[in-house]
Nanobody, 124 residues
Framework: QVQLVESGGGLVQAGGSLRLSCAAS????????MGWFRQAPGKERAFVAG????????KYADSVKGRFIISRDNAKDTGYLQMNSLKPEDTAVYYC?????????????????WGRGTQVTVSS
């Protein structure tokens, strides 16, 4: 299995940027597809972005398309979510997840491993 630890969250003003990291340990990170999800208070966990195991395919939620960029560095066993032009509605706990099929998937129940999350707060 793989263990995931998110970092990089924090408080930022609207229009600002943050880069989240997801450090993986355990089995070879490059065998897993990776996704980022978020959960705002009172809402269900929602897909934000996903990337296939070698980075060739990516997918974004419509709400973040053009503002967020997902990437990964398999040599460093780390995934990233670059978040630009942040809006107050981006405020949430952000989670990274890994799917052992290596294929880019969207539904949260397709993912096998999860980090504990990192808080992102965007002030207006």
């Amino acid at each position: 299995q793989v263990q995931l630890v998110e970092s990089g969250g924090g408080l930022v003003q609207a229009g600002g940027s943050l880069r989240l990291s997801c450090a993986a340990s355990g089995r070879t990170f490059s065998t897993y597809a990776m996704g980022w999800f978020r959960q705002a208070p009172g809402k269900e966990r929602a897909f934000v972005a996903g990337i296939s195991r070698l980075g060739g395919n990516t997918k974004y939620a419509d709400s973040v398309k053009g503002r967020f960029i997902i990437s990964r560095d398999n040599a460093k066993d780390t995934g990233y979510l670059q978040m630009n032009s942040l809006k107050p509605e981006d405020t949430a706990v952000y989670y990274c997840a890994a799917d052992r099929t290596g294929l880019l998937v969207v539904p949260s129940d397709e993912y096998d491993y999860w980090g504990r999350g990192t808080q992102v707060t965007v002030s207006s």
